[in-house]
Each structure stands twice: as structure tokens, then as C-alpha cells.
């Protein structure tokens, strides 16, 4: 008899614990801070509709990391796609959002075709959709059939994590959801994804090969750098912030990717460190990316637009939510002892470790994702030095900027959770990664018992016995000292001689906004550099009030979208193409109609008796 009802419902093993938590600590401050976000922007049905949907959101998400039966997970899986479409759609008033929001269905129902034809093929081999079923089904299951259910979970999957090229739809729905629930967005749904490639390729489908790894890695790295590089042309502050998911994704598929590399290996004690790793910016990017996400929304709060051109100087104004902004942006830009920089230290020793343990081209392939990895760190510096100096810093650009107020005590209240998780997850490494040991070694089926991952709960290192090792409360001591000591140095010597004037002006009696530094400026040397790959181009026009006297000069700045231009456009055009080719056997005739019928009756009887 066919076993289509689940064995058991629910699974609650360190890995579905780990993702709850995950939800837990970024929907929670969410909650909270759309209290004070939803007010005055939307009347109270919709402020009802939007908690509503909310609740439905999150115990959507807890379903599909808890559940034990694939037609159970599809359809919280489906649940939590369309209620995150609703909030895409929400604000209806705005055709950029009902744009965002076709595109994001699209993309996850493609994704979640994918998933379905990988979940029919280990039906076929395990009689029953429940997991440990199908666990035991692939135990036994033929290695090219193990190759084909991957490649359709890395394509299911990836559409939702937002893996280049299959990000497209990632900029534009996240920038146009509620700021709230484009932190939960971020934070935890796309991470389903990452959930979905531990859970089920490497829990129950097993690596096969360690290509699926390499593959993983590589496709890791062109989304780390090609996130970023989009992140540093981009002045929408959401959008900004929405590229920078799909390159945290990147790093946080380095871990997965190389977690997947080494079991394949045999190498148990680098598999678990390298997912450690993977995990550890998992929790870490659902903090800061949070935290950043609510700190945008506060700005477009406070100033009605999300254009850095047209900030500046909120510093004053909005001082609580600059601290925050400022520690999140620390957070990502991976600076010591914040968490970020503990997580991409720990996949950069996870590359270092397995150069060591592997000969020829593979190594060098490491030392190259390493490489590429400190680089993703060094872009992401320099895009929120951008973000927040010109946001924050200098002076206002736009009468939005200049009337701006700190936002509602709940907003403040749900960034202050996030940003003391930030640097709770920096101070507490070596504890954290001992409860992340578990995770690891659960999900990889590896026992971890003889595996030390810290020399104490203040200091760890990535390999016991060895000299490399981070103290992260160490380093906190450090700079806490060298800062006192700087402030008693200035207080003691300098402050008397201190003189203060006017900054130089290069001789030109007053400035204003207009001469300082832009988002645009900013980011030119890096559209020069990577020109290759964002092909600018530039519009500009002159007005004349006659031929020798010009009236207004007009520059506009563009990138050309690359995936969207090569890939999806001549996709779509072939696609809307074979539908007007499509439309001719559409005649109206009920007879053919019905002919139609009976040859897809009798091709289902003959794939049926074949099968």
C-alpha cells in the first residue's frame, strides 16, 4: 500500500531546533517594531490584515524546518511563498510593487517545480513521502538518480536562497515588503533554502560526489562577488541591503558547499567545521541583515524615501538609529568582535585547514575561493562606508532629510534586540560553536564526540593543538583599552592645545550639500574597475538657451542588468513567443478540443503501463 501519510509529523532534531531559534530571534524584534512602523501608514484593517498575515508568515516558515512528510512540507512551503507575495503586494498603490511581486511568484513557482520533480523521483524509490523513509530509500538509490534529484534541489532551492543567476527576483521584492517583514524576508525565509539543501541533500540524499561540493562552491563565489559588486552601484537603501543578501548567501553556501567537499573526502572533522562555519553566518547574517533592514525602514519612516542622494546629516536627528545602523554595518563589513567577522574567519580557516589536506588543482581552487571571500569582505566595507556616511553623515541633502525624527520607542526597541544579539554572537564564539558542533554533526550524520572545537568558553580554535586560535573577548578587551587610553591621552595633552576651526572650503566662502561627496561619486571607481562585468553607460543633455550659452546639464550614471538583459529577457521573449505559436492550435473547434483529450489519455495509459 502506498504510505502517503506521514510516520512522523514532526521532527524536532538539532538541525529543526536550530532554524526555530532562527525564526525566533528575527520574527520576535519584528513583531515589535512594526508596532510603531504600520502606524499612520495604513489603516487599521490592513494593520490587522498585516499581523494577521504576519502570524501565518512565521508558523508557515516553523512548518517547513519542523515537518517530516514532503507533501506536508510542500505545502507549508507554498503557504510561506504566497503569504510573503502578499506582503510584496501589499502596498498596491505602487506599480513597482505588484511588478516585484509578479516576478517573485513566478520565480518561486519555478523553484517549487523543481522541488517537486526531485520529491516525485524519491517517491518512486521509497514508496512513501516521509523522510526517514526516502532516508533509507537512498541508501540504495543509483548514483546518476542521486546526480539528477541534486542538480533539481540546488535549482529548487537556489531560486528561494537567491543564488546567481537565479537572484533576479530578490532586489526587487524585498525593497518593496513592509521593512519589517523585509527583515524576516532576509533574515529567515530565504534561509529555508539553506535549510532544504542541508535537510535534503546532504541528511537524506547523501553526497554522492564531490562535485555537487565544487559546484556548490563555485556558484558561491560568483554570488558572493556579483551581490556585492551590484550592492556598491546601488542608492536605494532596501535594494542596497537586498543585494547584500544574495552575497551572504554566497559566503554561507562556501560553508555548506564545503561541508559537502570534505564528506565527500572522508574528511568528518573539516565537514563539520566547514558547516559549523556555514551555519554560524547563517544566525549571523539573520542578525545584522535584520538589524539593517529595520534601520532602513526607520529612515524611509522618518523621511519618506529610501535615496541616499536625498539623506545626509541624520546623524543628529536620528542618533539611536545611526548607532544601530552603524554597529550593523560593522556587523557585515565582518569587523572584530562582532559576529560577522567571527563567521568569515571561521569559513577562511575551514579553506586553510582543507588546503592542507588536499594536493594539486584542489588546493589551489580553495586558495582562490579564500581569496575571493576576502575580497566579498573588502567591497562590503567599502559599500557601508558609503551607506552610512552618506546617509548619516555631512549635511542634509533634501527637505526630507533636514525634517526627519527619531522613529517610535517599539522601532527602537526591536533594533536594540538585534544589535545586542550582534554582539552577544561576537563575544560568546566559543560557546555558540560548541552548540553548533551538535548541529553540524546531526545533520551530516558524523559523531562529534572526540572532535574538540575550543581550548576554553572565552578562546577557540579551528584545530585543536594547533597555534591558530580567536578570542573574540580578548580582542573586545583590547580596543576597549587602547580607546581609554586614547580618550585619556587627548584628555590630558591634547585637549588644551586643541584649536577649533572652520573645516577649508578650498576658498570658496560657503558650501552647501551640493558640494559634497555623493552615493554616485562614490562608487565610480568601482563601476571603472569592474566595467567588464556592469558594462556603465551614460546619458547626458545639455539645454541651451542659445548656442553659446548652455541653460542646465543634465548626467545620468547607469549599469547595464546583465542577467536581466543576456538571460531573462530573450528567455521571456521566447517564451511569450511559443505562446502566440501556441495560440494556432486553439481554433475552437470542440472536436479538436476533444481530440486534444484523448491523446494525453492515451500517452498517460501508455507512460503508466511503462512505468
Known sequence: MLDLLPKQLFIFDPLSLFFLFVIFIVSLPSAIYSLGYLKGEYSSAK?????????????????VVTVGNVLIFLVA???????????????????????????????????????????????????????????????????????????????????????????????????????????????????????????????????????????????????????????????????????????????????????????????????????IAGLYHLINHAIFKGLLFLCAGSVYKATGTRDIEKLGGLIKTMPHTAAYFLLGAMAISALPPLNGFVSEWLTLQAFFLGALNVMGGIKLFLGICAAMLVLTSGLAAACFVKAFGITFLAQPRSHYAQEAKEVALSMRAGMFFLALFAVIFGLAAALIIKLLAKVSGSALGIDISNMGFSLNNFTLSPQAGKSIYLSTPLLALWLIILGTAGFVFYMLLGRKKAVIYKTWDCGYYKLDSRNEYTATAFSKPFRIAFSFFLLPYRKTQKIRESFYHVKSFSY??????????????????????????????????????LAYIFSALLLLIIFMHKF
Open 47 to 63: 494593520i490587522i490584515l498585516s499581523w494577521f498575515l504576519l502570524a501565518v508568515f512565521v508558523l508557515s516558515m516553523a512548518a
Open 77 to 275: 512551503w507554498e503557504i510561506m511563498s504566497l503569504v510573503s507575495y502578499f506582503f510584496v503586494v501589499f502596498d498596491t498603490t505602487h506599480e513597482k510593487s505588484i511588478q516585484a511581486g509578479t516576478i517573485y511568484i513566478i520565480m518561486t513557482h519555478i523553484g517549487t517545480a523543481f522541488l517537486i520533480a526531485a520529491f516525485m523521483i524519491m517517491y518512486k524509490y521509497a514508496h512513501s513521502f516521509d523522510f526517514f523513509a526516502i532516508k533509507n530509500a537512498c541508501l540504495t538509490m543509483p548514483a546518476p538518480t542521486k546526480d539528477i534529484i541534486f542538480l533539481l534541489f540546488l535549482v529548487g532551492f537556489g531560486t528561494k536562497a537567491g543564488i546567481v543567476p537565479l537572484h533576479i527576483w530578490l532586489p526587487y521584492a524585498h525593497p518593496q515588503a513592509p521593512s519589517h517583514i523585509s527583515c524576516i524576508m532576509s533574515g529567515v525565509m530565504i534561509k529555508t533554502a539553506i535549510y532544504g539543501i542541508i535537510r535534503f541533500v546532504i541528511f537524506l540524499l547523501g553526497v554522492n560526489s564531490s562535485w555537487w561540493g565544487v559546484l556548490i562552491l563555485i556558484l558561491a563565489v560568483i554570488t558572493c562577488l556579483v551581490g556585492v559588486i551590484y550592492a556598491l552601484m546601488e542608492h536605494d537603501l532596501k535594494k542596497l541591503l537586498a543585494y547584500h543578501s544574495v552575497e551572504n548567501i554566497g559566503i554561507i553556501l562556501l560553508g555548506v558547499g564545503l561541508a559537502m567537499f570534505f564528506a565527500s573526502l572522508n574528511l568528518p572533522y573539516l565537514a563539520v567545521f566547514s558547516l
Open 556 to 593: 545620468d550614471t547607469h549599469t547595464t542588468p546583465v542577467f536581466r538583459k543576456y538571460i531573462y529577457e530573450p528567455l521571456l521573449a521566447v517564451i511569450i513567443k511559443s505562446a502566440k505559436s501556441m495560440r494556432r492550435i486553439q481554433p475552437g473547434s470542440i472536436h479538436l478540443y
